[in-house]
C-alpha cells in the first residue's frame, strides 16, 4: 500500500471466480459466482482503508474451514440441492447472497465488469474448467481532486470514525 500512497492511487480489484453458485433472491438456481470485491485507498497518517469481500453470505473458503471442524454454518447461508436451506456444510452447494438483494446486485456487477466486460462469460453460463477473467481499475486521485487535500480528510474523518461512541446493551 506503500506504493500506492506514493503514487497517490486508488487501487480496485474483482475478480471473476468461475461458476455459478449463487442464487438472486428467493431463486433457488445459481445465477452468479461469488464474486469477491477489493478496494485500496490510501490515507496520510492513518492506515490504509482496505475492503475485501465476498458478495456471498460467506466465502466459499469460510464454509470449508467450517466443514473441516465439523461445525453447523448460519441457515441463511447455503442451500442444498432441492433448493431448502441447510446448516450441514457438505450438504450445501449452493450460496445465499450477502445481504439478500445488495449482495445479488454486487456480485452481478461484478461479474459483468470482470466477465463480458473483458470479453469473457457471465457465470451463468460457465460450466466447469472455464478460466477465471479479472478487471482492475486504478484512479489517481490528483485526477480528481488536490491529492493532500483528499488524504487529508480521509485521515480526518478515520479519526471521526474511531472516536464514536459505541452501543452498550445495558
Not at 64 to 74: A, Q
Not at 113 to 121: I, N, R, Y
Request: some cysteine; charged content about 15%; glycine content about 12%.
Amino acid at each position: 500500500l506503500s506504493i500506492r500512497r506514493q503514487r497517490q492511487m486508488c487501487i480496485r480489484d474483482r475478480t471473476n471466480t468461475g461458476r455459478a453458485t449463487v442464487v438472486a433472491p428467493g431463486g433457488i438456481t445459481p445465477v452468479t459466482a461469488n464474486n469477491a470485491l477489493s478496494y485500496a485507498l490510501p490515507t496520510g497518517n492513518e492506515q490504509p482503508v482496505v475492503l475485501d469481500m465476498a458478495c456471498g453470505a460467506s466465502s466459499w473458503g469460510k464454509i470449508g474451514t467450517l466443514k473441516m471442524y465439523g461445525e453447523p454454518i448460519p441457515e441463511d447461508w447455503l442451500l442444498n440441492t432441492e433448493g431448502q436451506p441447510t446448516v450441514d456444510p457438505s450438504q450445501g452447494p449452493i450460496l445465499m447472497p450477502a445481504a439478500g438483494p445488495r449482495g445479488y446486485g454486487l456480485a452481478l456487477t461484478m461479474g459483468i465488469l470482470a466477465g463480458p466486460l473483458v470479453g469473457g462469460l457471465m457465470a451463468c453460463h460457465k460450466n466447469h474448467g472455464e478460466p477465471s477473467e479479472h478487471f482492475f481499475w486504478v484512479i489517481n486521485v490528483s485526477s480528481f481532486t488536490n491529492f493532500e487535500e483528499y488524504v487529508a480528510e480521509i485521515d480526518r474523518g478515520i479519526r471521526t470514525i474511531q472516536a464514536c461512541l459505541l452501543y452498550t446493551s445495558d
